[in-house]
């Protein structure tokens, strides 16, 4: 299922080379530092989201920032779900999940050109920090703080 939503042609314009994001996926599947979901809405699976220790890849260019701070990243897989308010819907319940466990800040990285994950983001709670450099690109720094 993860497969088939990162070739589809929504996904794959952010995420990449499908079979080269799909590999990384799967290899992030035993990674201590990665915890990976679908998400769903009446047991009908729609997103992808992965969150993670950002300390464990030291070059994504996010700078230093608190201790306990996750990272987090989301694709919204089937294309009759975009633009309905998912987006932002199932960020902010998962931010209110990470809280109320005890995580400071939150971090994200949108290619600054996807308007439609940086509006989702925004109404989730993020600000915008910074433009910044990461290994696929340049990136937007958001920053959501408990």
Partial sequence: MVRNWLEQPHVARWWGDPQA???????D???PA???FVVGIAERPFAYLQCYD??????NGFGPQPEGTRGIDQFIGEAAMIDRGHGSALTRDFLGRLVRSGTPRVVTDPDPANARAVRAYEKAG??????LDTPDGRALLMVYDA
């Fill in 21 to 27: 994001q799909y590999a990384l996926v799967r290899g």
């Fill in 29 to 31: 599947l035993d990674d």
């Fill in 34 to 36: 990665m915890e990976q």
């Fill in 54 to 59: 950002p300390a464990a890849w030291p070059n």
């Fill in 126 to 131: 993020f600000e915008k920090i910074r433009p």
